[in-house]
T-cell receptor, first 114, second 114 residues
Framework: NAGVMQNPRHLVRRRGQEARLRCSPM?????VYWYRQLPEEGLKFMVYLQKENIIDESGMPKERFSAEFPKEGPSILRIQQVVRGDSAAYFC????????????FGSGTQLSVL | KQEVTQIPAALSVPEGENLVLNCSFT??????LQWFRQDPGKGLTSLLL?????REQTSGRLNASLDKSSGRSTLYIAASQPGDSATYLCAVRESNFGNEKLTFGTGTRLTIIP
């Protein structure tokens, strides 16, 4: 039973390019969360999704960032026109039925913007 | 706004010692509290989850306690081993309906000296 799978592990982009980060939750999990960890800072909530629905996006920057969790396939975090300040580790987590249960995290995607 | 603090930021202890990590939160209206471990360059591993109605949880050499009224939790590690070296994070989920996000502390970086 594979855990939460994120790819790529490392992603390098130049300023102005697009970054697409993928997350496959644990088998049977329908709740997905994205968190961002900036250097020397704690993890910050970005967005919470269930299949085909964005439940809470209160932590998402208003521009350039979007997320989806389609009926089929992985959840995608998309960052358009990346800037250096987007450089961070992006973690995906999943749970069976919301955070009254344990969250299981992926290994993260380290985004570096040149 | 919920704030989670972990002190100290870093801790070094000789192998075999028992130790306590501290976590405090400003808003006591929480649904649960979760302790995680993060290894360098890797994702988070959930260690213990304490529901707001519980006082403590135990798993092997780990024991986590929760005092909701004072806004504090501790993680006790018995008979520490070099493999316990990692960053330990605590996170709280607030109790308002529909709020699924976790608020994380910045962690305690633990080093066990062989």
């Amino acid at each position: 039973n594979a855990g939460v799978m994120q790819n790529p592990r490392h992603l390098v982009r130049r300023r102005g390019q697009e970054a697409r980060l993928r997350c496959s939750p644990m088998k049977g999990h329908s709740h997905v969360y994205w968190y961002r960890q900036l250097p020397e800072e704690g993890l910050k909530f970005m967005v919470y999704l269930q299949k085909e629905n964005i439940i809470d996006e209160s932590g998402m920057p208003k521009e350039r960032f979007s997320a989806e969790f389609p009926k089929e396939g992985p959840s995608i975090l998309r960052i358009q026109q990346v800037v250096r300040g987007d450089s961070a580790a992006y973690f995906c987590a999943s749970s069976l039925s919301g955070t009254n249960e344990k969250l299981f995290f992926g290994s993260g995607t380290q985004l570096s913007v040149l | 706004k919920q704030e989670v603090t972990q002190i100290p930021a870093a801790l070094s202890v000789p192998e075999g010692e028992n130790l306590v990590l501290n976590c405090s939160f400003t808003d006591s209206a929480i649904y649960n509290l979760q302790w995680f471990r993060q290894d360098p360059g890797k994702g988070l591993t959930s260690l213990l989850l304490i529901q707001s109605s519980q006082r403590e949880q135990t798993s092997g050499r780990l024991n986590a306690s929760l005092d909701k009224s004072s806004g504090r939790s501790t993680l006790y590690i018995a008979a520490s081993q070099p493999g316990d070296s990692a960053t330990y994070l605590c996170a709280v989920r607030e109790s308002n309906f529909g709020n699924e996000k976790l608020t994380f502390g910045t962690g305690t970086r633990l080093t066990i000296i062989p």
